[in-house]
């Protein structure tokens, strides 16, 4: 009988050296030589455990299949630990995949740390035309394409629909209708409106870009966070959890926001694709006809989503290059993407894709695909993953009180022109 693919689930607290199959130390190499792909894979996946990893690894043995001599080892990596695993490894020359699934920001990080294996010409990078442009602009680097694109996000609002009707509300256009919505779905619910993540300032984007602020201009060389539309966007998210219109956290964010609003604590939250498998596990949306998404309520400047995604990229130093560029063409193919799309409502960053009747019957896609065509890039610069740790720690500092949008604006900035040198 065939071999099925080796999943390996890594903990967090185990070394690296016991958690990593990397490629350095137990890839068998693999040969073309024959006209066939043989050897090992190993593919760090950072997709979430419980939904989205389950198909990825049916579509990764789908790659076994088609060719039979090489291993999938599947190894499942928390999110919030990969960059830093990967990195270390890769410095180590020890223990790093031969495919990482990457972060759109930690593309251009690692190209630069030249951990990643140029694509292009390779059997990777096949049909490039076919992808949508903004998902490509994260793969490039020194005018080179480190990565595939492999799914594209943005983010919305995700409401109860039950709890909307019981409250005769509707899903907010702006700041201004959000915290009018939230104190009428009190009043008439005794719910809170919003839960608004408290731990992960990528979750402040949107009100960031509502106010024509951003972290920083690439093209001039300066930063922006701590400018008046910087302050401004503290002062609102500061101000919607002080109203009671928002509450919020300071740990375990993803949990508490999920928990809360699958058990109908809370009628909103603002998340992407990526949560809707898992949102429609909760009781609230056992029928999912219950769960309504609609765009980020605007700020003064307007709507802004931010762009997202997550990119397949090959280490530099695999000893299987060929089957890994193969399996990275596999994993972003335009089957795949359409699997992808109907079974977990994930957007594709291939324009043929959208034309499949897996992406044409979800409603998710549907919905997201044109806020995705507006969102807001952000700078693809190898710092770009750095930027949001010290937003992270002010982001959360304002909204539990313990500082004020002004002194969280400055302190951000500050800590970006250490980061960046010689940025204005």
Same mark, same amino acid.
């Given at each position: 009988?065939?071999?099925?693919?080796?999943?390996?689930?890594?903990?967090?607290?185990?070394?690296?050296?016991?958690?990593?199959?990397?490629?350095?130390?137990?890839?068998?190499?693999?040969?073309?030589?024959?006209?066939? /792909?043989?050897?090992?894979?190993?593919?760090?996946?950072?997709?979430?455990?419980?939904?989205?990893?389950?198909?990825?690894?049916?579509?990764?043995?789908?790659?076994?299949?088609?060719?039979?001599?090489?291993?999938?080892?599947?190894?499942?990596?928390?999110?919030?630990?990969?960059?830093? #695993?990967?990195?270390?490894?890769?410095?180590?020359?020890?223990?790093?995949?031969?495919?990482?699934?990457?972060?759109?920001?930690?593309?251009?990080?690692?190209?630069?740390?030249?951990?990643?294996?140029?694509?292009?010409?390779?059997?990777?990078?096949?049909?490039?035309?076919?992808?949508?442009?903004?998902?490509?602009?994260?793969?490039?680097?020194?005018?080179?394409?480190?990565?595939?694109?492999?799914?594209?996000?943005?983010?919305?609002?995700?409401?109860?629909?039950?709890?909307?009707?019981?409250?005769?509300?509707?899903?907010?256009?702006?700041?201004?209708?959000?915290?009018?919505?939230?104190?009428?779905?009190?009043?008439?619910?005794?719910?809170?409106?919003?839960? /608004?993540?408290?731990?992960?300032?990528?979750?402040?984007?949107?009100?960031?870009?509502? *106010?024509?602020?951003?972290?920083?201009?690439?093209?001039?060389?300066?930063?922006?966070?701590?400018?008046?539309?910087?302050?401004?966007?503290?002062?609102?998210?500061?101000?919607?959890?002080?109203? %009671?219109?928002?509450?919020?956290?300071?740990?375990?964010?993803?949990?508490?926001?999920?928990?809360?609003?699958?058990?109908?604590?809370?009628?909103?939250?603002?998340?992407?694709?990526?949560?809707?498998?898992?949102?429609?596990?909760?009781? *609230?949306?056992?029928? #999912?006809?219950?769960?309504?998404?609609?765009?980020?309520?605007?700020?003064?400047?307007?709507?802004?989503?931010?762009?997202? %995604?997550?990119?397949?990229?090959?280490?530099?130093?695999? #000893?299987?290059?060929?089957?890994?560029?193969?399996?990275?063409?596999?994993?972003?193919?335009?089957?795949?993407?359409?699997?992808?799309?109907?079974?977990?409502?994930?957007?594709?960053?291939?324009?043929?894709?959208?034309?499949?009747?897996?992406?044409?019957?979800?409603?998710?896609?549907?919905?997201?695909?044109?806020?995705?065509?507006?969102?807001? *890039?952000?700078?693809?610069?190898?710092?770009?993953?750095?930027?949001?740790?010290?937003?992270?720690?002010?982001?959360?500092?304002?909204?539990?009180?313990?500082?004020?949008? *002004?002194?969280?604006?400055?302190?951000?900035?500050?800590?970006?022109?250490?980061?960046?040198?010689?940025?204005?």
């Amino acid at each position: 009988m065939r071999r099925g693919i080796t999943a390996t689930a890594l903990v967090a607290a185990l070394a690296l050296a016991a958690t990593a199959c990397g490629s350095d130390d137990e890839s068998d190499g693999g040969s073309k030589s024959s006209g066939e /792909l043989s050897g090992t894979v190993t593919w760090w996946d950072t997709s979430n455990v419980g939904s989205e990893d389950k198909v990825f690894k049916k579509i990764a043995e789908g790659f076994e299949k088609k060719h039979p001599k090489v291993d999938v080892k599947y190894v499942s990596v928390p999110f919030g630990d990969a960059q830093n #695993k990967f990195k270390n490894a890769a410095q180590a020359g020890s223990g790093a995949p031969d495919v990482i699934r990457s972060e759109v920001a930690w593309t251009p990080e690692f190209a630069d740390l030249g951990y990643l294996a140029p694509l292009d010409g390779t059997a990777a990078l096949k049909d490039e035309g076919d992808f949508l442009k903004q998902a490509a602009a994260s793969t490039k680097y020194n005018g080179k394409t480190y990565a595939v694109p492999q799914v594209i996000d943005s983010m919305g609002i995700f409401y109860n629909k039950k709890l909307f009707k019981d409250a005769g509300v509707q899903p907010p256009a702006n700041i201004d209708d959000l915290k009018s919505i939230s104190k009428k779905i009190k009043e008439k619910t005794g719910k809170t409106g919003l839960y /608004l993540r408290g731990d992960d300032s990528y979750y402040f984007l949107s009100f960031l870009y509502g *106010e024509g602020g951003d972290l920083v201009d690439a093209a001039d060389k300066k930063v922006t966070v701590d400018n008046a539309a910087g302050v401004k966007a503290f002062g609102v998210v500061k101000d919607l959890v002080d109203s %009671g219109a928002a509450k919020t956290d300071a740990t375990d964010g993803w949990e508490n926001m999920m928990q809360a609003f699958k058990n109908g604590d809370v009628a909103m939250m603002i998340n992407g694709p990526w949560a809707v498998a898992d949102t429609l596990t909760g009781k *609230e949306f056992s029928d #999912k006809e219950n769960l309504g998404i609609s765009t980020v309520p605007a700020g003064s400047a307007g709507q802004g989503a931010p762009q997202g %995604g997550h990119n397949l990229a090959v280490y530099a130093g695999s #000893k299987n290059l060929e089957a890994s560029y193969a399996f990275v063409d596999y994993m972003t193919s335009v089957e795949a993407q359409a699997q992808t799309a109907g079974e977990l409502n994930l957007l594709p960053t291939r324009t043929s894709a959208y034309a499949k009747q897996q992406a044409v019957d979800s409603e998710i896609v549907q919905f997201f695909k044109p806020v995705v065509e507006t969102a807001v *890039e952000r700078p693809w610069i190898p710092e770009t993953g750095s930027l949001f740790a010290p937003l992270n720690t002010e982001y959360t500092n304002v909204l539990t009180g313990q500082s004020t949008p *002004e002194k969280a604006a400055k302190a951000t900035g500050d800590s970006y022109r250490k980061l960046l040198k010689g940025w204005k």
